[in-house]
Structures are given as C-alpha cells and as structure tokens.
C-alpha cells in the first residue's frame, strides 16, 4: 500500500466512519450508544458527546414498539430494512429509511448497528433515475422519428426541434459545416431571420469543439457577441457534433436561457447528435438516389462507408468500391442475390462480423418511392480489435509490474529481516535500489493515466501562443550531462515563430521524444534537435543515431499498446503508450507527430505546430 494508506486498521475504521454520508448509530444490548457518526450529528442535531453511552431519544413514543420488534428480528441475524420516522433534537419529524442488522463480536451478537438514510433524497435520486428512464425512452422514438424522415431539410428540423425537447433548452439550431464557413440550416424558437446566415469556422464554438477532440461542448463566457444572443437571457449554449461518414458534418447548438443544463442533458445532446449524423446520412444517400441521379454515382463510388441498393426482394442492385473493399466481394459477385450480411430494421443498427472476421456496422432505409432499401455499413472492426488490445495490455502491463515489484519486496523483505546483519553500504545500495524501481513504477503509472484519458478523448489541453524556442531550450538543457556516450546539438534559428497550443503538452511530447532518442541508440552517437518555420507550421525534429524503426511500423508505433516486435526496439520493454500519448497531445493542440527514417540511420521524430497567426477575426460570431 502508499503511504496514505499507512494508518493502523482502527485508524482506517475511524476514517470511514467518519466520512460515511448515511447516519450510522451502534448500540449495545441495551441499546446504549457505542458509535455516533458525524453523519447522524447532522441528521439528528446531537454531538457524539452527547449521545455516547446514553439512549438515544430519537424513536417517537408511538413507534417504540415497532422499533424494539425489529430489534429482536435483527438479534436472531436478519437484516430488516423499514421506512420509518425518527425525531431530531429541534422536534422536527423525519422521515428516514433504516437499514439494521445485528453487530456481531466474534460468535455473539452483542448489540445492533442502525443506518439511516432520508427517504426524500431517495425519493429524489428515484425520481432523477425515472426522468433519465423517460428521455431515454423519448429519445429512442425521435430518434426514430428522424430516420423515417428522409427529406433533409425535414430531417434537420426535427433535429432541432427534438433537440429543445429532450435536453430542456430554451431554442435550439443546427449548422452546416461547409468547408471553412457555417450554414444555420434549420432553427426552433429563434427569430426566422437568423435561418441561412453564416459564420466563419475558424471563429466560432465548433471549432473550438473539434479542437478539444470532444463530442459535446459546455459553454457561458463571451454569449454577448454570438449571434444566439437574440434570444433574450442567454446565458449557456451546449453543443454537440454530428459525424457523417465519420467526418464531422453539423453541430446542433442548445440555447439556455432560464434554466441550466446537467449531466443528463448533455448525455442526451451527444446522443441526439451522433444519431442526427446517421439520419442525415440515410437522407443524404435518399437525396443522392432519387433526385440527383446525375451526381449520384460518383458520391456512390467516393464513399468510404460501403452502400449497397436493394431492390424490393432484398436482392442487391447496386454494390460500391468501399463495400468490394469491406467485403471482399466484388458487385458481380453479389449482384443479383441478398448481401453477405442479415439487414437490421430502418432506424437501427446491426453489427456483424463476416467470415474473413472483419466486423462492420449496418443500417438501412427503405426508400418508399421506389420500394428499394439503402444500406450503409463501414469498418469497426478496429473498434473490436481495440478489446482485444485491452486483454493484451492486461498482460504486458502485468509483465511490466512483476519485475519491479518483484525486486522492491524482495529487497525490503531482506531489510526487514536481515537489517542488523548487512552492513551500511549494502543497506544503502537495497534502499537505493527500491527507490529507483518505485520511481520507475511511477513512471509507468503515469503514462497509464495519460493513456487512459487520450482513449477516452479527455486529454485537456489549452491552445494558446507560447515560445516554442524557449520551450526546446528548456527540454534540453543539461540533457549532455545525462551519458557519456551521447553528444546533444540543438539549432533554433533566430525569430522562430512562436506557435499555438499548449506550452505544457508540449513540454511532456518534447521530453518523451528525447527520453526515446537516448532509449534507443544504446550504444550512444548524435541526438540532434532543430526547428525551422515551413509555411504557416513550424517543425520540430528530433534525430538519433540508434536502432531505427522498419518502414512498415512507422504507423504502428503510435497505436496504444503496441510494441514493436521485430529488430532490436523490442527488447526495450515498454507497455506501447508513450508515442500514443505523444500523437495524442500534438492532434489534440492542432499538430501531429510522425516517425521518418534518418539519412545514414537511427530515427527522425518530427512534430508539427501551427505557427501563430495574425490577430483577428471573422465577424459575425457563433
């Protein structure tokens, strides 16, 4: 255990005791006070002090002898469970639920332990969870709702109107993100003027959303100059992203205006927007095939998903590349007869895995003017492999641990045994030994958690101007006086640009690419770092003259639990999550980190910023 967990067990008893949020009350036989939590100080309005070794005068005359039934059923073992009433020391009545069993010393019972718990915050925590069972339920009939529509335009009003519905906002819209500029395509409770302006992406909170790498956004700083702020009170906006094909396609944006959003509501929104992204598709593709026939074999032929015609019997018609690809199966071979693959009904989703183990997502829509079905299916089955890395870190993670953990028990069991018999020198070289395994167990630990939140898309960063110049300097100093066997140059040119994002991400991605260059040029040579402006970026290179990395895992390094297996970089160890955290940290400020080969070997690391641009902006503002 850390040492927070130091403390003696009675300490351990006494801390959960104290920070229990239900009242806990223990009595003896006679039912005498021996335990009065802080919780029941609160409850009740008598100290501890004051209750210890006395009866407790908090059962009202009338319940008295419910009270000591239930006692006895809790003496022969039950556990009784009652709603009930309780009285505070300012003679208020409580109505409270109270959950008691018999405390037990050894073989005997020698007394009761009574927990109570306000029945109106369970009341309120049930009514919670039954609203959240409501929307959810609603949200399950929009949603199908939306996909029964496949006008667009009728699509994307009802979007906007489920969207106030469900979250509870004031007004709600959906933008189009067209290249560089935002279309507000459809609106609910706004002035009908706003339908068709525009904005530029650059300046707006969609931006700002696809930045942070999140599906939904929590906004209420700087509402004033939006454009929303026609509707009177505004004061949060909430907005979620909506994917088509899996790029980001719209935003649907929740006006708040009188009361405020919470965790449900957001859950809700993302919901609604990840769904509103699979409506729009389906109306996409219904637009595509019945009014644009003209356009509608080369977005056919174009898409990454795979789409497939059915024809009124369930036999394919039309099979695109993406769906060759996916399947395996070329149009001649399918056409003609049912997909390789059962269809779900229109609205839902099926996943499914084919015989070459390749799993994919599908949906479908039947287009009732020709009484065909649409059906869109793509890749997931990097999503699948994904569990299976999950069972793989399991083990390597536990590789990783057992060695050093293995040494620090062993070494601190020898210690404790043999301390009186080894002489200062070998306790000072045991000591010396676990602190360096118990710092590199933190090391460890913390690309652990690092990784975990770039998995989950919660890596936080700030994008803001900083020196990029004085950051390399910073990474790099003293870094000569680490080996022997390594030489260290830095070239910076005078003027560097300074860039966007964030100074501290920075620093971990600039310490994890020199840890790595020394890592992996074990027999020593050059680690040279330099930087130039190249257009509206700015490089950063780190070089080494080491192991260097094979052309066809140069990709893969930056997958999350991946090792390389072949060469030398195996033998390294590792649980494969600093050069995922490294990429994570550059995208999710707006830049990138690739691997190259170094002319005349070893490894070149090349990150990428963007260079700070000229103040100003685009107007208006969303």
């Known amino acids: 255990m850390g040492d927070e967990w130091a403390g003696s067990d009675d300490e351990i008893a006494r801390a959960v ?36 070794g006395r009866r407790a005068p908090i059962v009202p005359g009338e319940l008295t002898a419910e009270h000591n039934a ?20 300012d003679g208020r009545v409580l109505d409270v639920t109270v959950d008691i069993g018999p405390l037990v010393i050894g073989s005997s019972v020698v007394g009761y332990v009574c927990v109570h718990h306000r029945a109106a915050a369970e009341e309120a925590a049930s009514e919670r969870m039954a609203r959240r069972v409501r929307l959810v339920r609603r949200l399950t009939d929009v ?20 969207l106030t519905e469900l979250t509870g906002a004031d007004a709600g819209g959906f933008v189009l993100i067209e290249d560089e500029r935002l279309r507000l395509v459809s609106a609910h ?5 706003l339908k068709g302006a525009t904005a530029g992406l650059r300046t707006s909170l969609v931006d700002k959303l696809l930045r942070t790498g999140k599906t939904v956004l929590l906004e209420s700083q700087g509402l004033d100059e939006l454009v929303w702020a026609e509707l009177s009170g505004l004061h949060t906006i909430a907005l979620g992203l909506a994917a088509v094909g899996g790029r980001p396609y719209g935003a649907l944006y929740a006006l708040y205006a009188r009361r405020k959003p919470g965790h449900l509501e957001l859950e809700l929104l993302e919901l609604l927007a990840g769904h509103a992204g699979i409506a729009v598709g389906n109306a996409m593709a219904y637009q595509e095939a019945v009014r644009q026939r003209a356009h509608e074999q080369a977005v056919f032929d174009a898409s990454a998903d795979g789409i497939a015609v059915l024809d009124g019997a369930g036999r394919v018609i039309r099979w695109n590349p993406a769906a060759a690809e996916l399947t395996g199966l070329a149009a001649d071979a399918v056409r003609g007869g049912p997909p390789p693959f059962p269809l779900p ?33 793509r890749d997931v089955t990097r999503a699948k492999e994904l569990e299976e890395a999950k069972d793989l870190f399991l083990a390597t993670t536990s590789h990783e641990l057992r060695t050093p953990i293995t040494i620090v028990r062993g070494f601190a069991s020898t210690l404790d045994s043999r301390w009186d018999k080894l002489s200062d020198p070998e306790r000072r070289s045991a000591v010396h030994t676990i602190a360096e395994r118990a710092r590199s167990l933190g090391q460890l630990m913390d690309h652990l958690l690092l990784g975990s939140r770039a998995g989950a898309d919660e890596l936080k960063v700030r994008v803001e101007t900083f020196d990029l110049a004085e950051r390399i300097n910073a990474a790099t100093l003293g870094l000569p006086e680490l080996s022997d066997t390594h030489q260290v140059e830095v070239d910076i040119p005078d003027g560097l640009p300074y860039v966007k994002g964030d100074a501290l991400a920075t620093d971990i991605v600039l310490g994890q690419l020199l840890e790595n260059a020394f890592k992996y040029s074990p027999k020593g040579g050059l680690i040279r770092v330099e930087a130039w402006p190249e257009g509206d970026r700015v490089v950063v290179v780190v070089d080494d003259e080491g192991v260097g ?37 550059a995208r999710a400020q707006g830049g990138d980190v ?29």
């Open 17 to 52: 005791l104290a920070g229990s949020p239900n009242a806990l009350i223990a009595l003896d036989r006679d039912q005498t006070v021996l335990v009065w939590t802080p919780a029941a100080e609160r409850l009740f309005g008598w100290s501890a002090e004051e209750m210890l």
């Open 70 to 89: 239930v006692l006895e059923r809790a003496r022969t073992g039950d556990q009784v469970t009652l709603r009930t009433k309780r009285l505070r020391r």
């Open 143 to 162: 949603v199908g709702d939306i996909n029964a529509e496949l006008e667009l335009p009728a699509v994307l009003d009802r979007i906007a109107g489920s």
């Open 189 to 193: 409770r706004l002035p009908e003027t």
């Open 345 to 377: 009904r229109p609205g839902e989703k099926l996943t499914f895995q084919l015989d070459t183990g390749r799993w994919l997502d599908v949906v479908s829509a039947r287009v009732d003017a020709t009484g065909e079905t649409v059906v869109d299916f």
């Open 549 to 585: 990395i094979a052309a066809p895992d140069r990709e893969r390094i930056f997958e999350r639990f991946v090792q390389v297996e072949s060469g030398d970089r195996r033998r390294f160890g590792g649980v494969g999550l600093g050069l995922y955290i490294v990429r994570s940290l």
């Open 594 to 622: 690739s691997a190259h080969p170094r002319p005349g070997g070893g490894t070149r690391m090349r990150m990428v910023l963007a260079a700070a641009p000229p103040i100003g902006s685009d107007t208006p503002v969303w």
